[in-house]
Nanobody, 127 residues
Framework: QVQLVESGGGLVQVGGSVRLSCAAS????????MGWFRQAPGKEREFVAA????????HYADSVKGRFTISTDNAKNTVYLQMSSLKPEDTAVYYC????????????????????WGQGTQVTVSS
């Protein structure tokens, strides 16, 4: 059974940085795409970033490009989202997700494409 557990959220000031972690367990994730999504109150869940577990390719939402970095640590079975130059509009619950069926050359960006989800971690950016 796949389990994804996020951690690292909290309260951070505008312009600050925070790193989210997603500990994955339950199977071998070598062929998976791993994604980070976020959902603010009253809004739909939106794509933030994704990576092939091999680390061969990544994709970012335009709103976070140049500020966020997604990475994997195979030894720890963990996916990270390093968030920098944070803005108030980055405030949301951040979710980690895993997708098993897409080919290696694709990075899925729709929440509907992902098979497994973590419980989410709150990030609040205050001014």
């Amino acid at each position: 059974q796949v389990q994804l557990v996020e951690s690292g959220g909290g309260l951070v000031q505008v312009g600050g940085s925070v790193r989210l972690s997603c500990a994955a367990s339950g199977r071998t994730f070598g062929g998976y795409a791993m994604g980070w999504f976020r959902q603010a109150p009253g809004k739909e869940r939106e794509f933030v970033a994704a990576i092939r577990w091999t680390g061969a390719s990544t994709h970012y939402a335009d709103s976070v490009k140049g500020r966020f970095t997604i990475s994997t640590d195979n030894a720890k079975n963990t996916v990270y989202l390093q968030m920098s130059s944070l803005k108030p509009e980055d405030t949301a619950v951040y979710y980690c997700a895993a997708e098993a069926d897409s080919p290696e050359y694709l990075i899925p960006t729709s929440p509907r494409e992902y098979d497994y989800w973590g419980q989410g971690t709150q990030v609040t950016v205050s001014s």
